[in-house]
């Protein structure tokens, strides 16, 4: 909708902003589950969360920040040969994701002390993790920077403080073009303007040097764009914007549409979306 304001000059256009919800915990919950379902990162995750946790020992003291459903610790248990958390702290204050969690962490038989809360600055923490987990929960933290750090103050000597969260693409790139137009009625839980890029810098601000992997993962768009399936791919975007998608004008779905898929490439039959998740490590040395 426009209309054009007293006091402007004439042919000056102002953009009503459009009121719409963000998403809430339970809608949170229930689009994230269908990005996973076309995300192709998990296993690339996994890959580098091997690599780079090779210092671990069995019975290593994991605490998991954000932990979801418990996907991530879930595909790292099963990996032959992989060794397993003697001790398993998590934070997680979505109650769907809770259930889900601890339901996991029960059939891997995994000792667990499952926090279903936020993890903040104030958290009180002591030094006693080997390594230290935020798989893509960064986004929700006001000073993600501040918060790995917070993180690293309960590592052990030699431990580590791994972040997984998306690189400055795709999604993060979509984000602040669209958010212009939208007056949110809610409070947004998960902010995607934050990246892998904005979780460096302020790294370095605080005076930390992270090593920075950019993994090259797809996310499989393939059938989203046909009539049938737009139910579905209301839900996606839904979860990269934050919002109750259906709510919005239909120009601004198909403007939202349309940027997805202009930045899909056709390969083997499928449709990517080029969505690249960086992995931001953080090591203490020993001694
Ligand atoms: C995108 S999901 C990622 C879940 C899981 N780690 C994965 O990779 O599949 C982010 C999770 O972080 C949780 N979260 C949000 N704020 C948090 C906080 N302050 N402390 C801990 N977890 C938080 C959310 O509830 C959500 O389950």
Redesign the pocket.
Known sequence: MAHFMAGQPEGFIIMQKIAVPSLNPRRYAET?AVF?EHSLEYPQMLDELVRVTQFLRDGFRLLD?????G??IRSWSERAGSIRPGRYVA????PR?VECLLATVAELEIDHDIQAR???LDTPLSKEFDLALF???LY??PDPALHMLHAVSALVSGGAALAFLGGPYGVHAMFPLFEPFIERTTPML?NNAISSHELVQGLRSYGAEPQVRILPTPIDLTGLFEPSAAPQLAEFISFCMQLEFTQLPAWLQADMIQYVQGGCVPQNGRLYWYLPTASVLLSLSNG
């Open positions: 994230f996973v920040i954000g932990a979801g459903t996907l991530l934070f997680e204050p979505n994701h936020p993890f903040t798989s893509h929960s929700w933290m998960q």
